[in-house]
Structure formats: structure tokens, C-alpha cells
């Protein structure tokens, strides 16, 4: 029996999950942060919460006897796919990173690349922003004079800029829907990390049709570890690890 750990948090993890769930000789574990209050499960098996750093997930793989993991978690949730790295290379467990190719701008677009949310932050021209940056960082907006449209999947804590509004939602979002959003609250800039994928592609779409510009925060370097862009490719490499 080999037992799979999916580091997930992802559309890509819970498909990947959804294939491999059913296979006969695979114990599957998915493991989620627990960030969302309600969030959405993966076939199989989850565990829930963090392990404790590098350590505690050596230790987790080496408790549940782990034979092969693969880190299918947001781009920018750096500090686990590092831990995994590191843990993968301490026990000796085969690790594959599936990540999502990242969005590139097409004739139209007005994107500005910046390396971090306070760099967007200090990046912002004079006008109404749509930050959809998600709820971690939001402080980095805190003492701005703007007016943000905020919108994440669960409320984000405290401090946020003093003018705002706070629209809670999850994606997958339509460009039709992005375009009145945007219309709507009069938005003269898109602030988004690079996530990434179809399932929040929308915005920018929308924000080429409307002519507004965006400050998109590049990826963080991700560890030096075998990574595919997609859960087809993934299968494959967990076939070859099985062989
Ligand atoms: P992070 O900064 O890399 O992780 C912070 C800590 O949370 C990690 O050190 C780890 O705790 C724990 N953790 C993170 N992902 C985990 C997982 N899948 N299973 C078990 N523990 C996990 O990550 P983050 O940016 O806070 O993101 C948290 C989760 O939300 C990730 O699973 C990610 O896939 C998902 N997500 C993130 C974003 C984003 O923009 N960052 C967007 C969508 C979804 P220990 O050190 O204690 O092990």
C-alpha cells in the first residue's frame, strides 16, 4: 500500500485527489491549512492544520510511513512548500510540486509587475482600487487614502484601509460578472497576485475591456524541487513512483 500525502488548498489538488481517491493500493491524505472556515474537501482522507514547520512534517511522513508526496498548494503559499522541500530531502520521501502555470498579459493589457503586496501598495495611482489579493497582507493597504473594493472568501482582520468596502466571495468568477463589479464600484485599478488558472482569470479580462490597469504581484521563487503544471502530468509522475 502506498500511502500519498496531497499538500492541497487548490482547484488542482481536489481534482488530483478526485482521480486518485478511488485507486485500489493508495492510502491518499489530503492536508489542509484550515485558513477557510468552510472550506471545500478533496476526496479521501484530510487532515487539517499545520505540522509544526520542517520538523514536524518530517515527522508526520515518517509516523505515517508516507511514500510520496505532492505539494499542490497555492503558488504563493511559500512557507509550506519550502517545509515540504525540506522535509521530502530529510526523510527521503519522492516529492513533486504541481503548479499552475502563472498569467501572462496579452496585447491590451496594462499590467505593472511589483514583487510584493507593499510594493503594490506603494504602486497604487490616484483612484478606486479592486483588491483581490486574498485576506493575509491587507495591512500592507491599511494607511492608504483609497477606496478599496476588498473582496475575499472569509473577513479579513484588522487593519484595513479606512475606506472600503468588504465583498466576500468565492470564485469561479465570469468576465460578465467582473465587468459589472468593476462598473459597478467605479474601479479605476486591479491590484492581484499572479495566481494563476482559469478559476479568477475573469478580472483581468474585464480590466482589458475596460482599459484599466493592473498591478499584478509576482510569484515567490519556488523550492528547487521536480514540479509539473498540471494534474494530468502529476498522475503520470505518481504512476512512475508507484512503478
Ligand atoms: P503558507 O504561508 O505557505 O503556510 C503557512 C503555514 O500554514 C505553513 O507553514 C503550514 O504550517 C500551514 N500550511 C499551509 N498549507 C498547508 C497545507 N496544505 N496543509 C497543512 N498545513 C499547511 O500558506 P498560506 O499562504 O497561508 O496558504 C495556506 C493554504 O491556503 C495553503 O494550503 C494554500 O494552498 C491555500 N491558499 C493560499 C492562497 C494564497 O494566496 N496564499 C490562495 C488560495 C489558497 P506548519 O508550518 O505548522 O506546517
Redesign the pocket.
Known sequence: MLTLLI????SEARELAAAIAPRDGVHLVS???G?VSDPRLPAGEVRI?????VD??ASWLRSHDVSAIIDA??P??????A?AASAAQLVGVPLLMLRRSGWSPVPGDNWHWVTSLDEAAHSLPPGRVFLTT?R?GLLFFADSDRWFLIRCVDPPPPPLPAHHRLLLARGPYTVDGELTLMRDHRIDVLVT?D?GGPYTAAKLTAARTLGLPVIIVRRPTPPDVPTVATVAEALSWLDSAVA
Do not use: V
Open positions: 499538500l492541497g488548498g487548490t492536508t489542509l491549512a485558513r492544520g499545520g505540522f509544526g514547520g514536524g512534517l498548494t497555492h504563493f503559499a511559500a512557507r509550506i512548500s517545509s486574498g493575509q497576485k495566481s
